[in-house]
């Protein structure tokens, strides 16, 4: 290499560097490096809110699966009370009814017997009445015929006997 | 390793590495190139194409620095970007346009300037009269010849691109900036494409060298050398006006960013850093003659391969595509250009690899040479 004159490169580089370095530290570097920084700690900001608001999301779930796993053992809890409560309805007036039913038997036993009772002495006394009144004819006729009288007399004593 | 898996790529990258020295390998037969060049130099195309191609001479005026920016030739004239010509002369400053040198730079044509008498001999501008008493061999050495020529201040190829480069990158960086005042969510864009870039040198250099405490101080410095490094890799890699310069694979470049991380980290050193240097934890104090020397030689040798390291890789990769090139006028063949282009193609894919790993070593090393600096040693 042919060695020119060493002052004329030395002495504009090192003015023409230094020059060079103020101007874009000033009007280049500062701003850029400024900017890239802040844009940094803005992602890192970015990414940690994003961060915070996945694990909010998770507790949100977390808590909306334990809601829902308490809602459905109320439910549960719910059908099942329920389901007892119709089951003891139901035993409940099957009780009551035979109780009822068993009470109106009673009641019509009751009633009939005395119907009955009533029926026997109305009867009772319907037959005596037509005894007497049969007597009566008999005898009006009877007397007028000894043996048939006798014959009556015997025959009456003898249903008495038997009645 | 890798390099086993894949034996045809390795030879390739052998064979490629081998090429630069079959272009130096006789400098006997380069220099006697040199005189037959210097006379044919203007005698327009006919000459130029009897003339014997002398790679060496090509290759050094590529990689090197330049008054004007030499865009093609046309009919046997060249044409150039004409760039100003700053001189500190005997008589003050004096500012004219590099044509003035009509394209010599062989000492032959005569400038003159306010009654001074200049000359310019291989992009170094001399006093006519202190030019003629030098010797061939301090004529090739002329840059370092201060008595002989006015300080020269100026606005060269490397510089012109170097500003550009720095308009390119304030323009970019600045549309960046804008763009995060408009849009303060996902960049898109041009801020999408740099910003990785950004929260690379941050995440990947600054902090795991520096340490999280004091790395936010030094972002600016890291950025910035790593962008105008990058940057200008890759100018340098462009084979045409207004790009081609070879700034990063100039020495004085690379010097003057080594020494701006140098004072970096020297104006960063902490209680720590002065302590390992003027009394090495551990060590004897007698031996501090001889262990203060090594570390403040240390000192020096960390910017000094940095210098190194940038200038020789974007310099040798300079060298090996001009090589390449070459070849095809070398054997003075177009059989040879698909070959020669396929080499050039893959050796510019390679240099675009070496552009980013270079800004990035460099970058890499400041910060660690600045992390060194500042950190804090508990003290074992």
Same mark, same amino acid.
């Given at each position: 290499m042919q060695l020119t004159s060493p002052e004329s490169l030395i002495f504009w580089t090192t003015i023409i560097f230094i020059v060079f370095f103020f101007l874009l530290a000033k009007f280049a570097w500062k701003p850029i490096l400024g900017a890239v920084k802040s844009r940094e700690e803005s992602i890192n900001n970015a990414l940690a809110s994003a961060e915070a608001a996945r694990r909010e999301m998770q507790n949100l779930t977390a808590d909306n699966e334990r809601i829902l796993q308490e809602a459905r053992m109320e439910r549960d809890a719910l059908l099942k009370e329920a389901r007892e409560m119709k089951d003891k309805m139901i035993a409940d007036s099957k009780q009551e009814a035979q109780l009822q039913g068993e009470r109106m038997i009673e009641q019509a036993k009751a009633a009939i017997a005395a119907e009955k009772n009533a029926a026997m002495a109305e009867l009772k006394a319907q037959v005596s009445s037509l005894s007497l009144d049969i007597a009566e004819k008999l005898l009006k006729d009877e007397l007028s015929n000894k043996e048939a009288q006798t014959k009556l007399v015997e025959k009456m004593l003898g249903d008495v006997k038997l009645n | 390793m890798v390099i086993s898996n894949k034996p045809l790529q390795f030879l390739f990258a052998a064979i490629v590495a081998c090429i630069p020295f079959v272009g130096f390998a006789n400098p006997a037969v380069d220099s006697t190139h040199v005189t037959t060049e210097a006379v044919a130099e203007h005698h327009g195309e006919a000459a130029h194409e009897e003339k014997e191609f002398n790679a060496t001479e090509l290759i050094n005026s590529h990689i090197g620095d330049a008054h004007e920016f030499h865009i093609a030739d046309w009919g046997g004239h060249p044409i150039s970007f004409y760039l100003p010509v700053i001189l500190w002369t005997n008589n003050g400053l004096e500012i004219f346009s590099s044509?003035? @040198?009509?394209?010599?730079?062989?000492?032959?044509h005569v400038v003159d300037v306010n009654g001074q008498e200049l000359v310019r001999y291989k992009e170094v501008i001399f006093y006519k009269d202190k030019f003629e008493t030098l010797t061939e061999e301090e004529r090739k050495n002329g840059a370092f010849a201060f008595d002989a020529r006015p300080l020269d201040f100026s606005i060269t190829k490397n510089v012109f691109s170097m500003l550009m480069s720095t308009i390119i990158l304030f323009l970019l960086f600045l549309a960046v900036a804008r763009s995060y005042k408009k849009n303060p969510k996902a960049p898109k864009g041009i801020a999408g494409f740099l910003e990785p870039l950004v929260t690379f040198v941050r995440d990947e250099i600054a902090r795991p060298n520096i340490g999280e405490k004091k790395y936010g101080k030094y972002m600016p410095y890291l950025l910035t050398i790593f962008f105008f490094i990058w940057i200008n890799n890759l100018i340098g890699l462009i084979p045409f006006f207004p790009f081609s310069s070879n700034l990063t694979g100039n020495i004085y470049f690379t010097f003057v960013m080594a020494f701006i991380t140098f004072l970096v980290t020297t104006f960063s050193g902490n209680k720590d850093y002065w302590g390992h240097i003027f009394n090495t934890p551990g *060590?004897? @104090?007698?031996?501090a003659p001889i262990m203060v020397p090594v570390e403040i030689i240390g000192m020096l040798t960390k910017p000094f391969a940095l210098m190194i390291r940038l200038f020789a890789n974007i310099t040798a990769g300079h060298i090996i595509i001009l090589s390449l090139v070459s070849l095809i006028f070398i054997f003075d063949? *177009?059989? *040879?250009s698909p070959i020669s282009g396929a080499f050039v193609l893959f050796m510019s894919v390679l240099e675009m690899l070496v552009a980013a790993l270079q800004a990035y070593v460099f970058t890499l090393l400041s910060a660690l040479f600045i992390g060194q600096a500042v950190a804090e040693h508990d003290h074992h």
């Open positions: - | 044509e003035k @040198f009509h394209h010599d730079n062989e000492g032959h *060590v004897p @104090f007698w031996l063949t *177009v059989a *040879v």
